[in-house]
C-alpha cells in the first residue's frame, strides 16, 4: 500500500469525508437498504496492539445484539482469546451488549446518519512480559 492511501486509512473517518458527502451517502444507502444500519468501525487512535480492519462501513440488520456485532468483529479481527475487545458507541460510551443496534443506533447515531463505534482492547490474564515480577528470596 503507498504511504498516502495508509495515511488516509488512519485518519478518522469523519475527516475523510465532508459532512454532505456523509449525508448523502447515508440517504442511497437507507433507499437501497431499508432494512439495515449503517455503521462506520474504527480502532480507536491509540490503540497499538490491534490491526485496523479491511473496511470501516458495515450494513447491520436492525434486530442483530451489540453482544453479536462484537463477535463479528472479533472473528473479523481473529483476535485471540486471551484479549478483551471494547465497544464504544459515540466515541464516549460503552452499551450493554443485549441491546439491539436498531435500538443503539435510534439513541446515538451522528447528525451524518452513521453510527460511529471505536474498538479498542486490553491486555488480559497477565499478558507476557508486563506487569510485576517477582524477586528471586
Do not use: W
Request: overall charge positive.
Amino acid at each position: 500500500m503507498a504511504p498516502f492511501e495508509k495515511s488516509m486509512e488512519m485518519m478518522p473517518f469523519k475527516q475523510r469525508k465532508c459532512l454532505e458527502t456523509r449525508k448523502d451517502e447515508v440517504c442511497t444507502i437507507r433507499s437501497k437498504f431499508p432494512n439495515k444500519l449503517p455503521v462506520i468501525v474504527e480502532r480507536y487512535f491509540r490503540e497499538k496492539t490491534l490491526p485496523l480492519l479491511n473496511k470501516t462501513k458495515f450494513l447491520v440488520p436492525f434486530e442483530l445484539t451489540l453482544g453479536q456485532f462484537l463477535c463479528l468483529l472479533r472473528n473479523k479481527i481473529d483476535l485471540d482469546s486471551s484479549k478483551t475487545l471494547f465497544l464504544l458507541v459515540a466515541e464516549k460510551s460503552m452499551s450493554c451488549m443485549s441491546s439491539s443496534m436498531g435500538d443503539i443506533y435510534s439513541h446515538h447515531r451522528d447528525a451524518d446518519g452513521f453510527l460511529y463505534i471505536t474498538y479498542a482492547s486490553q491486555e488480559m490474564f497477565g499478558a507476557p512480559g508486563r506487569g510485576c515480577r517477582a524477586e528471586p528470596a
